[in-house]
């Protein structure tokens, strides 16, 4: 099987790491027959493709076998991400729906135990005839029965349809939104499009949360106090070693 390095992998502290446990122990406990899920966000640059490779070294390093698909074919933010072994033309997912390559072929097995990566290959400008046909679905059903999770990267639902497209082929679907910075009205619509593809919704991960963004909610006031700025950056990384945070007496 073809081989893939990951450039660079975000270090998550151990806010990140229990947050991280948190979240894919829910996905293990969705349903038995549940394997395939969508991750999605109302627009760009809410972290949901850092958030699905996190998610699939951290279900790979529990001894599954995970298989993350980049089906962001306008714009692949995973690309960037990996170092080919091989040379000249990348095949990945635009190869395979366009017919120029075998499935097995555009696997890649990455340099963590258990995980296996199915890059774009290349950008489309119009990828819905692609991931509309039915060479996507049975690509994602012959996924699930070789691996315990399929996890697949897609466009923000909130800009294209694509994401609603993937859906309908996915047991269930999770949203990234970034913290305080989406309407109530464009996560409905977001939620309702994915819906009526037939996917559930199953969660939603609040991202680029502080310590200072939780201390403000007046729960939590009452238990903290100190300097929160800068401390944590949108994965739970620590950035500000200097911050004291202190439990308050009741």
């Known amino acids: 099987m073809k081989q893939v390095s990951l450039r660079e992998r975000d270090t998550l502290d151990y806010s990140g790491k229990e947050a991280l446990n948190s979240i894919a122990t829910n996905l293990t406990f969705v349903g038995r027959h549940m394997n395939k899920f969508v991750m999605t966000s109302c627009v760009a640059s809410e ?19 995970v298989v993350m698909v980049d089906a962001d074919l306008r714009a692949s933010f995973l690309m960037s991400r990996l ?3 091989e040379g000249g033309v990348i095949q990945g997912l635009v190869h395979y729906l366009a017919g120029y390559c075998e499935l097995d072929q555009a696997i890649y ?3 963590v135990e258990g ?9 489309v400008a119009n990828p819905l005839p692609l991931l509309d046909s039915p060479d996507f679905g049975q690509m994602m059903e012959e996924l699930s029965s070789k691996f315990d999770y399929v996890l697949v990267d897609a466009p923000p639902v909130g800009v294209v349809i694509d994401a609603a497209v993937i859906a309908k082929n996915c047991d269930g679907a999770v949203f990234v939104l970034e913290y305080g910075k989406r309407s109530k009205r464009e996560v409905v619509d977001a939620v309702q499009q994915l819906e009526q593809s037939g996917c559930p919704v199953l969660g939603c991960v609040i991202n680029m949360v502080t310590v200072k963004t939780l201390a403000e909610k007046s729960y939590y006031k009452k238990y903290y106090s100190g300097h929160y700025s800068s401390y944590y950056d949108g994965y739970g990384n620590k950035k500000d070693e200097s911050a004291d945070i202190k439990r308050k007496k009741r």
Request: glycine share 8%; proline share 3%; charged share 20%.
């Open 109 to 111: 097995q990455t340099d």
């Open 83 to 85: 170092k080919f072994e």
């Open 115 to 123: 995980a296996y990566i199915i890059p774009t290959g290349d950008t």
């Open 47 to 65: 972290g949901k493709s850092s958030l699905c490779m996190q998610l699939m070294l951290n279900l790979a390093q529990r001894g599954n076998s």
